[in-house]
T-cell receptor
Framework: NAGVTQTPKFQVLKTGQSMTLQCAQD?????MYWYRQDPGMGLRLIYY???????DKGEVPNGYNVSRLNKREFSLRLESAAPSQTSVYFC???????????????FGDGTRLSIL | SQKIEQNSEALNIQEGKTATLTCNYT??????LQWYRQDPGRGPVFLLL?????KEKRKERLKVTFDTTLKQSLFHITASQPADSATYLC??????????FGAGTRLFVKA
């Protein structure tokens, strides 16, 4: 099983450029998430999709948009990249039981994004 | 605001010893705590989940405790090995799809 697959693995952008980070999961999970991870900080939630057809803002949504394309795929778009968005971006998925609190998340290996 | 604190200093221990990592949380009383392992250049991998009424949970050489009075979880690796070297993350979910992660503690196990 591939689990959660993210593309690309590395990307360098210039300020103002746009790009879309792709994420796909093959575990038939309902919920998907986008996080960013910066040195010395915990993973911070950008957006999440509780189920196919829904998306909601997390802790740090400014400058980003998302699309839940289908149950498998959840993409993250930077419309006009800024140096402050230099980070490692992780996609995750989880099953959804009675509560999400007892559902572990499955992560991809990240996209390392540098914005010059 | 809800917050998780983990020791930012790396923990260095000798092979065969027990490693103990600490996770403290504030401004919330989670019903569950999760622990993840993250290797350099990789995404976090789920290890263990403990419920508030479990107090202690074990999986092979791993043990997690959950003290709701102290608002603290301890993560132990017994008989540690160099392959256990990684960053360990503590997390809790508010139940509303928003998980709060600590910044992690880096563990180095020397042979």
């Amino acid at each position: 099983n591939a689990g959660v697959t993210q593309t690309p693995k590395f990307q360098v952008l210039k300020t103002g450029q746009s790009m879309t980070l792709q994420c796909a999961q093959d575990m038939n999970h309902n919920s998907m998430y986008w996080y960013r991870q910066d040195p010395g900080m915990g993973l911070r939630l950008i957006y999440y999709s509780a189920s196919e057809g829904t998306t909601d803002k997390g802790e740090v949504p400014n400058g980003y948009n998302v699309s839940r394309l289908n149950k498998r795929e959840f993409s993250l778009r930077l419309e006009s990249a800024a140096p402050s968005q230099t980070s490692v971006y992780f996609c995750a998925s989880s099953d959804t039981g009675f509560t999400t609190a007892n559902q572990p998340q499955h992560f991809g290996d990240g996209t390392r994004l540098s914005i010059l | 605001s809800q917050k998780i604190e983990q020791n930012s200093e790396a923990l260095n221990i000798q092979e065969g010893k027990t490693a103990t990592l600490t996770c403290n949380y504030t401004n919330y009383s989670p019903a569950y705590l999760q622990w993840y392992r993250q290797d350099p250049g990789r995404g976090p991998v789920f290890l263990l989940l403990i419920r508030e009424n479990e107090k202690e949970k074990r999986k092979e050489r791993l043990k997690v405790t959950f003290d709701t009075t102290l608002k603290q979880s301890l993560f132990h690796i017994t008989a540690s090995q160099p392959a256990d070297s990684a960053t360990y993350l503590c997390a809790y979910d508010t139940g509303g799809f928003k998980t709060i992660f600590g910044a992690g503690t880096r563990l180095f196990v020397k042979a």
